[in-house]
């Protein structure tokens, strides 16, 4: 008797085999094209728009803006040697983590990459709720608060799963079909933004600095608004068909639309009264956007876009993560994933609140995911000079190395290390100003491990058998 195949294993069959615990062969890398497109959108997110407006109340317009294309700069600089490391052995970020944390050591920093993209997926749920209320309140009234989230919520969870049932394949055509409009969106507000203000010299001479920061802290804010995409960008570079698309889809992409989208932030919180007065986190959004029906309409028509754009992707690379602690398909496991994150969206606008769950979540992402980030980059850069085995021959012969304690050590001093600094950079009394925050928990990382490793002179068994000496 034939065996039965579900729904999901029919569509995974056909279009979604998305070697999500193997490597890619040739025949299956994609165009530089479509690693630009996904760069593009995947960064366009509510906590960008804020990590902005929060530089733009502590700096204005013009030193804002350098410290946002500063930071920017750096993180596509860090997304180059991950990005070619995937590119070589054909696998993702979690998958990754077993040449330096090992076989079973790789599901703690990939359970804790899957949780974190986890996290931004909850956010961009409580953005599709909130576009939906938004929308729904405005052309039909205050009744509507309620079942217009739910049907945002619901809306934006679609986008989360159904793009993903299709592998690859799903973000990308999803990224092809907005990501133009959404730079158009992005452009036309940044513009009315500033001529709502006044003009650009205008908002700098009145620029009241509410919440005050120092530039290197500015470049921190921008580095910890996408550091974890960075980190986990080999789960999309793995599919580079040609080494040029490691570097212009960062630059073109990452540099690009993350510096419009935080920008955009910034020109917000300075038009804003409301920003200026009170600067509270969650009121620095809409307020200031939604000056008037036409700049309304663009607002809405961003915050839908940047749902759009960065759900796929988002599902895509928590369920992969997952997909290396759990050893099951990406597909199986998107599903649950998403629906949770739609319960935490819902969460965050009925119990806990935007600002106080923002204030709890950003430290939390800047202080995990660069510092096993340093980690990788160690391992394959530093310590074994870019020399990878075969991906095949690791996760077939390599079961032997199951943990590898110096990472794990590593990982937590280097937490350690960045939740102090940046804590000290965020005490004006402390006058401690040295590192960027975020970067200094990579580079502390990078260096701990490295260190190690060389002095203990652990040369792991699958090295000895693939690597001469």
Known sequence: MAEKVGWIQRIEQRYAYDYDISAIPDEARQSNWSQMAIWLAW??????????????????LTQGLLAILIGNGI????????????????????LMCRFSFGH?????????????????????????????????????????????????????????????????????????????????????????????GGGWGVID????????MSMAFAIGLTIGSWINGTIKSGDFTRYCKRASGIFAGPFLGLWLCNSLVMFAGCVAANISEIARSEALLGQIIVPAMGVGGAFFAITIAMYWLTTMNTQPPTAYA????????FWRRKTFLVIPVVIIAMALGAMIEYVAGAASTMAVWLPFVTHVMPTYGGIILA???????????????????????????????SWVAAALINWW??????????GFSYGIPGLNGLVAALLIYWGLMSL??????????????
């Open 205 to 212: 001479r009145e620029h009241i600095t509410v919440m005050p």
């Open 75 to 94: 993180l596509a600089c860090i997304s180059i040697p991950i990005g070619l490391a995937a590119r070589r052995v054909g696998v993702g970020t979690g």
């Open 318 to 325: 928590s369920a992969l993560d997952f997909a290396n602690v």
């Open 421 to 430: 600094t940046t804590a000290q950079m965020a005490d004006p009394a402390s």
């Open 43 to 60: 960064p366009a997110q509510l906590a960008t728009i804020i990590s902005g407006g929060l530089i733009g109340l502590g700096l204005g």
């Open 104 to 196: 079973r050591g790789s599901w703690g920093p990939s359970l804790v990459g899957g949780l974190v993209m986890m996290g931004w997926l909850m956010w961009m749920m409580f953005i599709g709720g909130t576009a939906g209320k938004l929308l729904f309140t405005f052309y039909l009234g205050p009744g509507w608060v309620v079942g217009g989230f739910v049907i945002g919520l619901i809306i934006a969870g679609a986008f989360g799963i159904i793009p993903n049932l299709f592998g690859y394949a799903g973000p990308k055509w999803v990224a092809y079909g907005t990501v133009v409009f959404m730079l158009g969106v992005l452009i036309a507000a940044i513009s009315m933004g500033i001529q709502s």
């Open 456 to 469: 203990t002179r652990q040369r792991w068994i699958y090295w000895k058998r693939w690597i001469p000496g």
């Open 379 to 409: 391992e394959i850069w530093l310590v074994n000079r870019g020399r990878l085995p075969a991906m095949g021959d690791l996760l077939e012969k390599a079961k032997a190395f199951m943990v590898n304690p110096i990472a794990y050590i």
